[in-house]
């Protein structure tokens, strides 16, 4: 039966040369009782001001979603779980703890009106996971969203069509619910492009009435979005960085390929990524070309994945640094030290906060701000040169 499904998907793969290739496999036991683990825990979804937390598990969400979806019209294809969520199922503790729980799922979007229609279902599927003895005729869509929705998207261009609602976790574990028509890049690097397919798993839960084990449970499959499957899982297991085409990544992939160095991975080839780090930097500073716009995207970067990691920060802006040194092209000489400034701000910072340098009262810097930077944590410090922050105790 798993023979038959892995051939039966491999078949319906484009663009791949033989079946060595396929970007398709079916998980082994070991894998499926991961992601059962996954699927079941208790997920927190914290809600703002009075709200209290809702202890969601996520097969429950999903299944709920989907068929109020399907209820409603709107066709389902499939279910999938995406990201570093997905990265763990398939090979556990390469140091480093997933975050973000990503689900896709897979829909059609012709009109402003589908859009409408997912939030609706969502925040309404929200409202019924609010505990016995709250007043639910009392609380509109509005304000659930205010309460529990960290984060939503829209995206509706000639190339992608697809919607986000974000639901709050504090301990940045938010449950993502993506809505996909279609998308022109759906990963950045090859140990982040794994979709796992859900349908299975849920219908399992459904109608089965035996517990999941070794000798009785679903067949799943895992695509790799990257094209070789086995490859890809080789770089997971290896902790390899490879890509391709960097610049068809909005931002270019350039922070979170910091964020694998930090992390110990290294590039696959060394010698092919120091041309394609001039691909991700030169892309991220076509998407972000303001200075402003930089400091928000990388200070959200960190918020949302260094949370519980803070000494993991200062080293993460390093090299950071690094790499928008070496790799820079694209800038002219004064935006190029600008972003560098910054970079090293936000590192002297994080030193700040971690309480890794003197008091402040107890510092002498050399400069004042940069005229660009607004954050008033900056109003005492400055960097010297390009180098990283550099202070004197005061006699």
Request: aromatic letters at 10%; glycine letters at 4%.
């Amino acid at each position: 039966m798993l023979s038959d499904i892995y051939s039966e998907l491999c078949e319906k793969m484009d663009n791949m040369e033989d079946s060595s290739n396929c970007s398709v496999s079916v998980l082994t036991w070991e894998q499926v009782s991961r992601l059962n683990e996954v699927l079941t825990e208790p997920v927190p979804v914290h809600g703002r001001g009075n709200f209290p937390t809702l202890e969601v598990r996520l097969k429950d969400i999903v299944a709920w979603v989907r068929s109020r979806l399907e209820l409603s019209g709107i066709k389902v294809k499939d279910v999938r779980l995406n990201g570093s969520t997905a990265s763990h199922v398939l090979v556990q503790d390469i140091g480093w703890s997933y975050k973000d729980l990503d689900v896709i799922f897979r829909v059609d979007l012709p009109h402003e009106a589908e859009f409408r229609l997912i939030k609706d279902v969502v925040l309404g599927t929200v409202l019924d996971f609010l505990p016995e003895g709250v007043n639910k005729q009392k609380i509109t869509p509005m304000t659930l969203k205010e309460a529990y929705v960290q984060k939503l998207v829209k995206v509706n261009t000639e190339q992608d069509r697809w919607s986000l609602i974000s639901l709050s976790n504090n301990n940045g574990r938010n449950v993502e619910l993506k809505f996909v028509d279609f998308i022109r890049r759906q990963f950045e690097f090859s140990v982040d492009s794994f979709q796992i397919v859900l349908d299975s798993m849920l219908a399992y839960y459904e109608e089965a009435e035996t517990p999941m084990s070794q000798a009785f449970h679903p067949a799943v499959s895992s695509e790799s979005m990257y094209g070789d499957f086995n490859m890809a899982l080789s770089h997971l297991r290896n902790k390899l960085i490879a890509t391709k085409r960097p610049e068809e990544i909005r931002g270019g992939g350039l922070l979170k390929y910091c964020n694998l160095l930090v992390r110990d991975f290294r590039p696959a080839s060394e010698e092919e990524f120091k041309g394609l780090e001039r691909y991700m930097c030169s892309r991220f500073f076509i998407d972000f070309p303001d200075i402003s716009e930089q400091q928000r995207k990388v200070e959200a970067y960190l918020q949302s994945h260094f949370i519980g990691e803070e000494k993991s920060k200062y080293d993460y802006l390093m090299i950071l640094r690094r790499v928008v040194n070496e790799s820079t092209v694209c800038l002219m000489g004064h935006e190029r030290r600008q972003t560098l400034h910054l970079i090293s701000l936000m590192a002297f910072r994080v030193l700040a906060e971690q309480n890794a340098i003197p008091d402040a009262s107890c510092v002498t810097c050399y400069y004042q701000p940069a005229p660009y930077v607004q954050d008033h944590n900056f109003s005492n410090y400055y960097v010297a040169n390009q180098n990283i922050p550099t202070w004197l105790p005061c006699n």
